[in-house]
């Protein structure tokens, strides 16, 4: 069973850092696109970019390019989103997406608030 | 990348049938056969109803289905039921090798 679970609520202060992961399991998980997808509150979905974790070709909405880095780690069959410094309008839910089959992780709040 | 546009709202009695359209341009629903739909409610993650236009994933009713004409593609939902009501959005592989979605369209059961 193809499964994509991801990492615990979070709560940050502007300014800080932040890594959120998404482990894939039950496929294999480096012949396969998977992508982000941002939810803010009461808004609609928008995609944040996507990572070949094959080779790591990592393609970003232009609206995000610069703002986060996605990331992924064949070894354990991990994707990741990283911000270097947050800011309260990062404040959404956050979800991993396998585009090809439509397989969504669970989904990953993060507040972002001083 | 814009998004695909959606009506943002769409209503309809239980039994009837509605259709939702997202618009898009050659560079990605006219472009490829790679729309899918997603169908979220209120607090849950997006499911997937449609991909590759018009296909079915197991599991979903057979009274969603979808089409393309154009730079269009359609969602249609027969048989109203209450449990339909949610937002819907539609997705679409674009020129670039990304992917991009529609606005959403809350779909109300009266």
């Known amino acids: 069973e193809v499964q994509l679970v991801q990492s615990g609520a979070e709560v940050k202060k502007p300014g800080e850092s932040l890594k959120i992961s998404c482990k894939g399991s039950g496929y294999y998980f480096n012949t396969y696109w998977i992508g982000w997808v941002r939810q803010m509150p009461g808004k609609g979905l928008e995609w944040m970019g996507i990572i070949y974790p094959g080779d790591s070709d990592t393609r970003y909405n232009p609206s995000f390019q610069g703002q986060v880095t996605i990331s992924a780690d064949k070894s354990v069959s991990t994707a990741y989103l990283q911000w270097g410094s947050l800011k309260a309008s990062d404040t959404a839910m956050y979800y991993c997406?396998?585009?090809?089959?439509?397989?969504w992780g669970q989904g990953t709040l993060v507040t972002v608030s001083s | 990348q814009s998004a695909l546009t959606q009506p943002a709202s769409v209503s309809g009695s239980p039994g009837q049938s509605i259709t939702i359209s997202c618009t898009g341009t050659s560079s990605d629903i006219g472009g490829y056969n790679y729309v899918s739909w997603y169908q979220q409610h209120p607090g849950k993650a997006p499911k997937l109803m449609i991909y590759d236009v018009s296909k079915r994933p197991s599991g979903v009713s057979n009274r969603f289905s979808g089409s393309k004409s154009g730079n269009t593609a359609s969602l249609t939902i027969s048989g109203l039921q209450a449990e339909d009501e949610a937002d819907y959005y539609c997705n679409s592989y674009t020129s670039s090798i990304t992917w991009v979605f529609g606005g959403g369209t809350k779909l109300t059961v009266l």
């Open positions: 997406v396998r585009p090809d089959s439509g397989y």
